[in-house]
């Protein structure tokens, strides 16, 4: 049996005050943090009790990275949604996490409603700040000077599978993956070849194949192995290498293309055939391939385009995914792939209303013929930057969206839903109506536990498979007991 | 009624189901963003934050993730 699909992204955003006398992104994420608990609920704390970053995929634990982490005293401001995400300040961002979803349109649901709960908190900071100064919320990954910031999926894949065989079969595919998933970004840095404009946002910070950093030497392949699941069936596969996006189409493709391809490295139908001779190289000069028409060096000596890499996955995916693993969203998703591969053979700016990238470089095209600006120009760089934006009014992709210049996968309704709301069909529904129904009743929560503190004292409720504690199994339970009656009759059960 | 928009995902081989998830608010009459560009390029130079030197020489963010 495959193992159930379930997909969660995280977001580190970037953040500015206007005319503030000094910039404080610790400060302002925990303003903008802040702003949006004290509206909510009464302080329910993480579970770090749960949690071993340190621990490797490859089967040892990282001893060196230990002094990273003991500092990071900021990782305290936390708000567990009620939607069954997370969010908070982690190092010098504000960080949101989406709840486990079940496939990739519920995902860009999730996603979405997070830039939506950032928005909000940003209009609840502001009034505590003087009249002159204005928060910026940024969903991108650069400050354009050589600081990155992340954007990362995460997905359940089985303990059966081989570390290696992940790396092997995965690391072409997201190498490749970027023509179709990337932001867009107005030159270099980290050191790499000069460009005007570059497919990726965060392809100039990776330098290294496999690894277990996140925020230095950054590796294609993170190992972090820490499931928040029952660790002998599960891993949760960290893919730290991807941009923020904008645009519903493009998250839709990113995170469900990507899903199908792990599944094929499950069903062992991808392994090591397509292994690139250099994959660090690679994921930078495709960036700067605006055409992805340029030839990448295979270790079998084949020369192959990115196109042809991702058209190749595409190909294993249609013969060998199973009738049940084709579900109606499995099926679309892989239409909009052959779709977005046949018109980037074609001609990629014909895709000015589906891609992150695409939509950027027309835009800023277009700008540049008006204003006879160069590449090199802060107006640029600018509007770059404002792509970016989360604010309604002066984003430049929420203002194209607005204007229906740009490729929906969601309504606005759907995404309003969302910020209240779990998905029905992942643990996430268990933890976001308990948050609801008994918010002064639990102490902690962590990714896989609750500790209700209910009249008879703690109780530690595990939630070890991700796809259970869905509606269907606990909705009745959530919606008519008492939480005392929750935990001994959830306590009852798994005797 | 899937729309003209939707059937330009179909591929032969994968079998119908825009019925099902089709994408919303898809506005016939803007099809390609450079028919109304003009109009797009005087928004984008009343809303770019005007002192654009000024402010990403300034936006420095913390390393993260």
Redesign the interface.
């Known amino acids: 049996m495959s193992t159930p699909t379930i997909i969660g992204t995280e977001t ?1 955003f ?3 005050v206007k005319n503030a006398r000094e ?1 404080d ?2 400060a302002a994420s925990t303003l903008v943090v802040n702003a949006y608990r004290s509206r909510n609920m009464p302080t329910i704390s993480w579970d770090y009790a749960q949690e071993s970053p340190l621990m490797d995929a490859r089967g040892f634990i990282d001893e060196t990275q230990k002094p990273i982490v003991e500092e990071d005293t900021y990782s305290v401001i936390n708000d567990i949604l009620v939607n069954g995400g997370r969010y908070y300040v ?4 504000p960080e949101y996490c989406t709840p486990e979803c079940s496939n990739a ?1 519920d995902l860009v649901k999730y996603e979405k409603a997070g830039e939506l709960i950032l928005d909000l908190s940003r209009l609840a900071a502001e009034q505590l700040l003087l009249d002159n100064q204005e928060i910026i919320i940024y969903k991108n990954n ?9 954007s ?1 999926e995460n997905y359940l894949m089985s303990r059966k599978t081989d570390f290696s065989d992940i790396v092997g079969g995965l690391t072409p595919f997201i190498v490749t993956r970027q023509i179709i998933t990337g932001s867009g970004k107005v030159g270099a840095e980290n050191g790499t070849d000069e460009a005007d404009f570059q497919i990726s946002q965060r392809a100039d910070f990776f330098e290294k194949e496999v690894g277990l950093s ?3 030497e950054r590796p294609i392949i993170n190992t972090r192995d820490e499931p928040h699941a029952d660790s002998t069936r599960y891993r949760r596969l960290h893919v ?1 290498v991807g941009d923020s996006n904008m645009s519903e189409f493009t998250i839709y493709l990113k995170v469900g293309i990507t899903a199908i391809v792990l599944q094929l490295i499950e069903k062992r139908v991808v392994r090591d055939q397509f292994a690139l001779n250099e994959p660090v190289a690679a994921i930078k000069s495709i960036s700067r391939d605006l055409m992805c028409n340029q030839k990448i060096e295979l270790k079998d000596g084949r020369n192959l385009t990115a196109i042809e890499i991702q058209r190749a996955y595409l190909n294993l995916a ?1 013969k060998h995914l199973s009738k049940d693993e084709r579900t ?2 499995v ?2 998703v ?3 792939w ?2 977005v591969l046949n018109r980037l053979q074609k001609e990629p700016m014909s895709l ?2 589906h891609l992150d990238w695409i ?1 950027k470089k ?2 800023i095209d ?2 540049i013929a ?1 204003h006879g600006f160069k590449w090199t120009d ?2 640029v ?3 770059d ?2 792509y970016h934006d989360l604010r309604p ?2 984003g ?1 992709y929420l ?2 969206q607005k ?3 740009v ?6 309704e759907e995404v309003v839903h969302a910020i209240q709301h779990p998905p029905l069909d992942t643990r996430a529904y268990f933890r976001g109506t308990c948050l609801r129904r008994f918010p002064s009743h639990i102490h902690s929560v962590s990714w896989n536990s609750i500790i209700f503190n209910g009249p008879s004292g703690f109780e530690k409720i595990m939630m070890e498979r991700p796809h259970f504690g869905t509606q269907e199994i606990v909705g009745e339970m959530l919606n008519t007991c008492t939480v005392d009656e929750l935990v001994n009759q959830i306590r009852d059960d798994c005797k | 009624m899937p729309s003209e ?1 939707q059937q ?4 032969n ?3 119908e ?1 825009e019925e ?2 089709p ?5 016939e009459n ?1 099809d ?3 028919e109304d ?1 003009d109009a ?2 005087d ?2 130079d009343e ?3 005007e002192d ?2 000024e ?11």
Not at chain 1, 142 to 150: A, I, V
Not at chain 2, 8 to 11: A, F, I, L, R, T
Not at chain 2, 55 to 65: A, K, T
Request: aromatic share 8%; charged share 30%; no cysteine.
């Open positions: 580190e970037g953040i500015s910039q992104p610790i982690d190092h010098a961002h349109r650069t400050d354009y000077k050589g600081h990155s910031y992340g990362h996140t925020m230095v730290i249609q109606p969203i099926d679309d892989m239409q909009k052959d779709f000015g209303r939509i027309k835009l277009a700008y008006r802060p107006q760089r600018m509007l930057l404002q009014d002066k430049l203002r194209l204007n229906g210049h490729e929906r996968i969601l309504t606005h | 928009k330009e995902y179909k591929d081989s994968i079998k189901n099902i998830y994408n919303p608010e898809l506005n803007v390609e963003l450079t560009l797009l390029l928004e984008i809303i770019l934050e654009s030197e402010f990403v020489e300034n936006y420095i963010q913390r390393g993260g993730q």
